[in-house]
C-alpha cells in the first residue's frame, strides 16, 4: 500500500505538466542541492577540528550540544512557514474504498521527509560518528543519536499539529509562544541552560531524558494521529477546518510562478548598472565591517544597530526604491496581468535570504564568540519579520523616477527625504524597545520579546501585502504623474 502511494507522488513529479519548465534551472538546481548536502557532510566530518581553529580554548561537544536548541527552534519556524502541505495529495484517494488509517500514516510517514530533517541527519550523524563514537562509546553514542532523531521526528510532528490547529484558530499559535514567555520571561530560564542540560545527559546515558522524549513523541503522534482522522473528509468541505487551507487551488508560498517573479527580480539586478553598483558596494560593506564587529567593546546597543544595518544592508538598499526600480515601465505592468502579489513576495524571498548570506558569512565570528548569537539572530528575525514590510510600504510613497543603467557614484536620482528617514526609524526603533526593556529586563529576556514580536508579524505577513497592495493602488497614479518627469 505504501509503496503504491509513494509511487503515485513521484508519477506526480514527473507527469506534472509544469516538470518540463525551465529544465536547465532544475539541473543548476540539482547540482546546487547536492553541492549544499557535500558542504554539510564535510561539516559534520570536520565539526571538531574547525571549531578548534576558531575556538582553541572551547571544548566543541559541550559548544555544540548547547546551542542545539536554536537549531531546533530554527528548523521549527522553517518548516511552520516553508514546508509543503502534504494533505492536498490525498484528496483523490478519499473517493475510493482505502483504509482511511492508512491515508493519515502515509501522511505522517511523508511529514519525516523534508528539508530540515535530510540536511539535519547529513550533519548529525558524520559528526556523532567522528566525534561523539571514539570519546563517549557506542552505549552512549546510541543513546546520543536516538534522543537527538527522536526530538527531530518530535519537531516535524509538532509543526504538523501547530499548522492544522492554526488552521481552525489562528490563536492556537499563541501557545508556545506563551511557553517559550513563561520560561524565559517568569521562570528567568536559559535557552542553552536546557539544551546543555539534556544533551550532556543523553551523552552520558542519562535513559528519562531518552524516555521522556519517547513518551513525548508518542502522545503527539497520537495527536496528529486523532487530529487527522476526525478531520481527514473536511478536505472538501467548504467549512472551516482542519485542511480547507490545503487545496490546490490556493497559492503556496513558494509556488513555482513566485520562483518565475524571482528570476525576474534578479535579472533586473544583474542586467542594470545602477543596481549592480548597489549590490557590489553592498558587498564591500560587509568586508569593511567584518573587522570591525570582533571588537567587542563596540557595546550591545551599538553593536544591535550594526546587526540590524548589516543584516538588512541589501533589502533596505533595494527596497527602498522598490517601485521606482520599475518606473521605466511600471504603466505597463499596471496595464498587463502582472501579479504584484507575487512580485512582492518574490522580492521579499530574495531579501531574506540574502539577509540569511549575511548571517552565514558572519558565521566565523559567531563560532569564535566575537558576535553575540541571540543578537545576532534578533537582528535578522527583525529586518525579516517586520523591517522589510514597513519599508515596502513606505516605499509606495517614493514617485521618484530611476534609469537603471545610470551611475551610483554622484547621482541622487531616486533619493527621497522621507525614505531617508523611515530607515533612520526603521533602524532605531528596536533599538529603543531593547533599550526600554532592558531597564526592568534582563537582555535575554529583552531580545526574546522582539523576537516573539517579529514571529506575530510573520504570522501576519499576508495582511502586511494586502495594507502595501492597497496602498499602492491608491497611490499609483500619483507615482505615474512623478514616474514620467
Not at 510562478?257 to 564591500?284: D, P, Q, V
Not at 518574490?346 to 569564535?368: E, N, R
Request: net charge positive; proline share 2%.
Amino acid at each position: 500500500m505504501f509503496y503504491k502511494l509513494f509511487n503515485h507522488s513521484v508519477k506526480n513529479i514527473t507527469r506534472n505538466i509544469r516538470f518540463d519548465v525551465s529544465f536547465v534551472l532544475k539541473i543548476i538546481s540539482s547540482l546546487s542541492f547536492i553541492y549544499v548536502c557535500f558542504a554539510i557532510l564535510y561539516l559534520g566530518l570536520n565539526f571538531e577540528p574547525i571549531f578548534r581553529m576558531y575556538s582553541p580554548n572551547l571544548d566543541p561537544i559541550d559548544s555544540f550540544n548547547s546551542i542545539l536548541i536554536y537549531l531546533f527552534l530554527i528548523g521549527m519556524l522553517l518548516l511552520f512557514f516553508f514546508q509543503k502541505r502534504r494533505t492536498g495529495d490525498i484528496i483523490p484517494y478519499l473517493h475510493l474504498p482505502l483504509n482511511r488509517a492508512k491515508i493519515i500514516s502515509y501522511i505522517l510517514v511523508l511529514t519525516l521527509f523534508n528539508f530540515f530533517n535530510f540536511g539535519f541527519i547529513l550533519f548529525i550523524i558524520p559528526f556523532s560518528v567522528k566525534s561523539i563514537l571514539p570519546t563517549y562509546g557506542m552505549q552512549y553514542f546510541i543513546c546520543y543519536l536516538t534522543g537527538i532523531l527522536f526530538i527531530l521526528i518530535f519537531v516535524s510532528y509538532f509543526v504538523l499539529l501547530l499548522r492544522n490547529l492554526i488552521s481552525v484558530k489562528s490563536f492556537v499559535v499563541i501557545m508556545p509562544l506563551g511557553i517559550v514567555f513563561l520560561l524565559i520571561i517568569v521562570l528567568h530560564v536559559s535557552f542553552e541552560t536546557i539544551s546543555k542540560a539534556v544533551f550532556q545527559g543523553l551523552l552520558h546515558g542519562n535513559i528519562f531524558f531518552l524516555l521522556l522524549i519517547f513518551f513525548s513523541l508518542i502522545g503527539l503522534l497520537t495527536a496528529n494521529f486523532s487530529l487527522l482522522k476526525n478531520t481527514i473528509y473536511s478536505i472538501n468541505s467548504e467549512e472551516i477546518g482542519t485542511f480547507w487551507t490545503s487545496k490546490r487551488s490556493k497559492e503556496t508560498f513558494l509556488s513555482s510562478n513566485i520562483i518565475l517573479y524571482a528570476l525576474l527580480e534578479i535579472k533586473l539586478i544583474t542586467r542594470n548598472r545602477r543596481l549592480k553598483g548597489f549590490f557590489i558596494a553592498a558587498i564591500g560593506f560587509l568586508f569593511l565591517f567584518y573587522y570591525t564587529l570582533q571588537n567587542k567593546q563596540n557595546g550591545i546597543y551599538f553593536s544591535f544597530i550594526m546587526y540590524i544595518i548589516l543584516n538588512g544592508l541589501f533589502g533596505y538598499i533595494f527596497s527602498q526604491y522598490l517601485f521606482s526600480w520599475e518606473s521605466s515601465y511600471f504603466e505597463f505592468i499596471l496595464s498587463t496581468k502582472f501579479n504584484l502579489l507575487k512580485y512582492l513576495k518574490a522580492k521579499y524571498i530574495i531579501y531574506v535570504s540574502l539577509g540569511f548570506f549575511v548571517f552565514l558569512f558572519f558565521l566565523p565570528l559567531v563560532i569564535q564568540e566575537k558576535i553575540d548569537l541571540h543578537l545576532f539572530l534578533t537582528a535578522l528575525f527583525y529586518n525579516s519579520c517586520i523591517g522589510y514590510f514597513i519599508i515596502f510600504y513606505l516605499a509606495t510613497f517614493n514617485r521618484s523616477r530611476i534609469e537603471l543603467n545610470s551611475n551610483i557614484f554622484f547621482n541622487l536620482q531616486g533619493y527621497n527625504g522621507t525614505q531617508m528617514i523611515a530607515l533612520v526609524v526603521i533602524i532605531l526603533l528596536p533599538c529603543l524597545l531593547l533599550l526600554l526593556l532592558t531597564v526592568v529586563l534582563n537582555v535575554t529576556q529583552s531580545l526574546l520579546i522582539i523576537n516573539l514580536l517579529s514571529i506575530f508579524s510573520l504570522i501576519y505577513h499576508k495582511k502586511w501585502f494586502k495594507i502595501i497592495l492597497k496602498q499602492l493602488s491608491n497611490q499609483k497614479y500619483i507615482n505615474l504623474e512623478g514616474y514620467r518627469k
